[in-house]
């Protein structure tokens, strides 16, 4: 499974951004929509930290305490595509993001995702 992520930049604290991931290369039998997506970041010197995940069919959403009411999750199976929708950035936010997926279909972001994505720079100045 190779997931894409894209959408990182700079920005100003109280800007929005939203990063999207790519899925593709599903084992024979599998789809996009047969895997729950999350996002991940990892600020320098610290563990890497759960943000967000969404259900197979996007009927479900978690979030980690950090980014709630701030970030939504979305996915758009149809595009083999996951979203974070990041608002009210501030500072604390500067963070690699990650995209991952997991084969439970009603994965909650609680334990290691089965698949890592490459990660997406994301830098917001004060």
């Known amino acids: 499974v190779q997931l894409q992520a894209s959408g990182g930049g700079l920005v100003q604290a109280g800007d929005s951004l939203r990063l999207a991931c790519v899925g593709s290369?599903?084992?024979?039998?599998?789809?996009?929509?047969?895997?729950?997506m999350g996002w991940f970041r990892q600020a320098p010197g610290k563990e890497r930290e759960f943000v967000a995940a969404?259900?197979?069919?996007?009927?479900?959403?978690s979030y980690g305490d950090s980014v709630k009411g701030r970030f939504s999750i979305s996915r758009d199976n149809a595009k083999n595509t996951v979203f974070l929708q990041m608002n009210t950035l501030n500072v604390e936010d500067t963070a690699v993001y990650y995209c991952?997926?997991?084969?439970?279909?009603?994965?909650?972001?609680?334990?290691?995702?089965?698949?890592w994505g490459q990660g997406t720079q994301v830098t917001v100045s004060s």
């Open positions: 969404i259900i197979w069919s996007g009927t479900r959403r």
């Open positions: 991952a997926a997991d084969q439970n279909p009603y994965y909650s972001g609680t334990m290691t995702p089965s698949y």
């Open positions: 290369g599903f084992p024979s039998g599998f789809s996009f929509s047969s895997y729950s």
